[in-house]
């Protein structure tokens, strides 16, 4: 079955204790994205990446780092946590650029104390 | 950076009725606008998208208008069904190379049966 997925699902921290969220997709699509989704402000693109080795900046990458070493897989780190950043987290990919369908995983939702 | 604009935040329809969903954006190089359904608690999915070259696209009883003069672009949804209650996202491409989505803030539909 064609998916993204994210692990965790759900996740409590503590502020300051780095985390990392997993996102792999297994449809073998070039582009992979992180957004964030908070009340009232839609989803904001966190970072993007075109290949492998090949990451951008979105419009909100402050206190976020990404990495893609595999084509399948682009995990999200918090190196920090903050306050702030307890949001919903969803990963996307599509087959290659964002001009095209972006396909979600499930989403994870983060709490930072 | 590309601003994409949502309204209304929150949109209340008897079933049967129509709903009509507005999006507005700045950078007039923006070529591509899908827009997202989200049920709750579930994952973003792709319900209908429009490219520059046209100023209409049908699929059954979704439609988009474009209106790239003004640069807004809308969502239409006739004969609604309680089913389609959800949040929907517009979102439109943010530069020319087509890396980087900008989402709406979103807009709650409830249809009242």
């Known amino acids: 079955e064609a998916q993204v997925t994210q692990n965790p699902r759900y996740l409590i921290t503590v502020t300051g204790k780095k985390l990392t969220v997993t996102c792999s997709q297994n449809m073998n699509h070039e582009y992979m994205s992180w957004y964030r989704q908070d009340p009232g402000l839609g989803l904001r693109q966190i970072y993007y990446?075109?290949?492998?080795?090949?990451?951008d900046k979105g419009d909100v990458p402050e206190g976020y780092k990404v990495s893609r070493k595999e084509k399948r897989n682009f995990p999200l780190i918090l190196e920090s946590p903050s306050p702030n950043q307890t949001s919903l987290y969803f990963c996307a990919s599509s087959l290659a650029r964002a001009n095209n369908e972006q396909f979600f995983g499930p989403g994870t939702r983060l709490t930072v104390l | 950076g590309e601003n994409v604009e949502q309204h209304p935040s929150t949109l209340s329809v008897q079933e049967g009725d129509s709903a009509v969903i507005k999006c507005t954006y700045s950078?007039?190089?923006?070529?591509?606008f899908p827009w997202y359904k989200q049920e709750l608690g579930k994952r973003p999915q792709l319900i209908i998208d429009?490219?520059?070259?046209?100023g209409e696209k049908k699929d059954q009883r979704i439609a988009v208008t474009l209106n790239k003069t003004a640069k807004h672009f809308s969502l239409h949804i006739t004969e609604t069904q309680p089913e389609d209650s959800a949040v929907y996202f517009c979102a439109a491409i943010i530069n020319n190379a087509g890396n980087m989505l900008t989402f709406g803030g979103g807009t709650r539909l409830m249809v009242k049966p």
């Open positions: 429009i490219r520059s070259n046209v």
């Open positions: 990446s075109m290949n492998v080795e090949a990451t």
């Open positions: 950078d007039s190089a923006s070529n591509y």
